[in-house]
């Protein structure tokens, strides 16, 4: 069983930052990937970024050079630095870990950007 804990979210003003982590506990193997999609109100869930074990990371065309994810092996738990957020970034936060084939959700962390 894997476990994923999201935390991080809030209220914050259009240009703001915030930092989102997702710890994750239970059967983590070495090689995997985590990640962060979001899923807005009225919208399908969607891929943020996403970084794996090695350390390669990918984003959504939508937050490149706004958002930074990274991640600490040693404590299986990924972060997500958002800066200048905007109202679209308004949404549900998941964390996701993927591992030999397997998928796996956290329940989600809000994150609200007023303008």
């Known amino acids: 069983q894997v476990q994923l804990a999201e935390s991080g979210g809030g209220l914050v003003q259009s240009g703001g930052s915030l930092r989102l982590s997702c710890a994750a506990s239970?059967?983590?193997?070495?090689?995997?990937?985590m990640g962060w999609h979001r899923q807005g109100p009225g919208k399908q869930r969607e891929p943020v970024a996403a970084?794996?074990?090695?350390?390669?990371?990918n984003y959504a065309d939508s937050v490149k050079g706004r958002f930074t994810i990274s991640r600490d092996n040693a404590k299986n738990t990924v972060y997500l630095q958002m800066s200048s957020l905007k109202p679209e970034d308004t949404s549900v936060y998941y964390c996701?870990?993927?591992?030999?084939?397997?998928?796996?959700w956290g329940n989600g962390t809000v994150v609200t950007v007023s303008s």
């Open positions: 996701r870990l993927s591992q030999y084939g397997m998928e796996h």
């Open positions: 239970g059967s983590i193997f070495s090689a995997n990937t």
């Open positions: 970084i794996t074990s090695g350390g390669s990371a």
